[in-house]
């Protein structure tokens, strides 16, 4: 029994002399502006200058807020601040944003990755973790995906899934029942994604017990252990990364990469090709082979797209574009449900798109010529982002001595893209709902810089417009064939929960639809 005690009391012991060591590491780091004697934010002990919003006491926003407040009293250009024990530039000058993003991106070509490849492949290998010649190489890859005129000849498939849905919605048998509406455009921009990026039909709205659903939904359920895992990826990452502990599930990794890899081999044994972003990464693949057979050279297959790299993206444009585009339509309805009068004058420039397109069908250029729609988008966006800071990592030594700054390689940067758009500097009365803002008028007078909803410079997220025609299509057939209203009256103006990672309102995403009595068309029956 004295054996068992010894033995305990000496692993009780390795691990608290790994805990201090931890904690004197991280207290070390968190000297680091101090030694450089550059002004630092406030920090929590341990957990940095997001601890705030860690321990639940604010939400991420205000806590992005808070500091930028802080730094503006201090009249700085560019604060420290930490993440946990990383340091970080805090930008509040939005000239420094624009040097960093557009003017010096070549010394920021970088984007903090979420985790590295060999840890998860699938987020190790996306657009969203590479860099350097590898992003370039697959940014270029991936460009063509989101022309315009891609766009276009992807509207009937999105408009496709908005009649799904528009039937979907006024053919509940009870229509006094509130509805989870981020639940609803979850599947609604799953089946988007499904068909578009994937070739494949989901149908999730009926069926929301599928397998492709709940694997999607999975991602995103930090409950039980994967709390944890998300915990330990927003404070400690290194940490996730020693230990080898995935983000992506094991079965979500294998379930996502069976249905591509086997519509790849569908298409390549079968000749078929469909105008998709897989499609478009098969394509380039065939066409790297083909330049090593026209030099007369064995193929050099680690230089080519390797069927893991073609799920990789496809994997995080269908992950990236799920939460977000579900998150801001729903938001969007939020607000027009407390804004009775703007979801009117929506409203009619919506039937006046159907009225114009015929055939009960949108089209490309009805959706883009709904003006008022873009300008509610824009303010809620404002508001409400869905991603309020975003980062860039200096690759090469920078002086900026304009700014008093001399960025290292190495050194990351932050950006509050939420702090910017509701700073009353840049936009008069910021917590009232505007969106005649963003009016062809009054647009031009917002500061560029101020405004990034999809981030800033050429690495800004590549799939902002195929975001928006797919939010415009949700919108516009919710308000055809449906009148919104608040579940309680007290969920608008929208208060975000502190107790929740992302964006959310308190008390979530519930919402009164009911049918109109008039609707521009008659939806046909299956």
């Known amino acids: 029994m004295s054996e068992l005690i010894k033995m305990f009391l000496v692993v009780l012991g390795a691990l608290l002399g790994l805990v201090a060591s931890y904690v004197a590491y991280v207290c070390w780091c968190q000297t680091y502006w101090m030694r450089k004697g550059v002004f630092a934010l406030r920090s929590t002990f341990l957990l940095g200058s997001l601890g705030p919003a860690i321990l639940k006491k604010t939400t991420l926003s205000d806590n992005i807020i808070d500091l930028y407040k802080e730094a503006k009293a201090k009249n700085l250009k560019c604060a420290g601040m930490y993440l946990t024990a990383v340091p970080v530039y805090y930008i509040v000058d939005v000239d420094l944003v624009k040097e960093v993003t557009v003017k010096q991106f070549d010394h920021f070509t970088d984007r903090q990755p979420f985790t590295r490849r060999s840890v998860d492949e699938l987020f190790g290998r996306s657009l969203l973790s590479l860099k350097g010649n590898d992003w370039r190489k697959m940014r270029h890859n991936l460009s063509p995906s989101f022309t315009g005129s891609k766009l276009r000849g992807m509207t009937d498939l999105m408009v ?10 006024t053919s509940r048998p009870n229509y006094d ?6 639940i609803i455009f979850r599947r609604f921009a799953l089946d988007v994604i499904a068909t578009t990026a994937f070739g494949t039909a989901t149908n999730t709205l009926e069926n929301p017990k599928s397998e492709f659903y709940n694997k999607s939904s999975s991602i995103l359920d930090f409950t039980g252990k994967r709390k944890f895992i998300a915990i330990g990826y927003t404070i400690a990452p290194k940490l996730m990364e020693i230990l080898r502990i995935p983000f992506v599930p094991k079965d979500v990794k294998n ?13 390549e044994q079968n000749n078929k090709s469909r105008p998709d972003m897989i499609q478009l990464l098969i394509d380039e693949r065939n066409a790297q082979i083909q330049k090593f057979k026209e030099a007369n050279q064995p193929v050099d297959e680690a230089s080519i797209m390797s069927d893991l790299d073609i ?3 496809a994997f995080t444009f269908f992950l990236a574009g799920f939460e977000t585009v579900s998150n801001l339509t729903t938001l969007v309805c939020m607000v027009l449900g407390g804004e009775k009068d703007v979801q009117e004058k929506l409203r009619e420039e919506v039937d006046d798109a159907f009225a114009k397109s015929g055939n009960g069908k949108l089209s490309y250029d009805a959706i883009q010529g709904m003006k008022y729609l873009d300008m509610v988008i824009s303010e809620v966006q404002r508001l409400i982002p869905v991603t309020p800071f975003g980062d860039r990592i200096c690759n090469k030594d920078l002086d900026l001595p304009e700014y008093g700054i001399n960025f290292k390689e190495g050194d990351i940067v932050g950006i509050p893209f939420y702090a910017f758009s509701r700073d009353p500097e840049h936009f008069p009365d910021p917590d009232e709902f505007k969106p005649e803002r963003f009016s062809e008028e009054n647009k031009h007078k917002i500061k560029p810089f101020t405004f990034m909803p999809f981030g800033s410079g050429p690495r800004g997220c590549i799939g902002n417009r195929f975001a928006l025609l797919e939010v415009k299509i949700a919108l516009a057939y919710t308000l055809a064939f ?24 308190i008390g979530g995403f519930m919402l009164k639809i009911k049918p109109r009595e008039n609707p521009p068309v008659v939806l046909e029956k299956n």
Do not use: H, W
């Open 311 to 313: 799920v990789a993206q």
């Open 160 to 169: 496709q899934i908005g009649i799904q849905y528009a039937k979907f919605i």
């Open 255 to 267: 379930f996502f990469t069976s249905v591509i890899v086997n519509n790849i081999k569908f298409r």
């Open 482 to 505: 449906c009148e919104i209203d608040l579940n309680t009256p007290d969920q608008y103006p929208i208060r975000l929960d502190k107790t929740k990672i992302e964006n959310s309102p």
């Open 177 to 182: 029942e509130s509805l989870d509406m981020k």
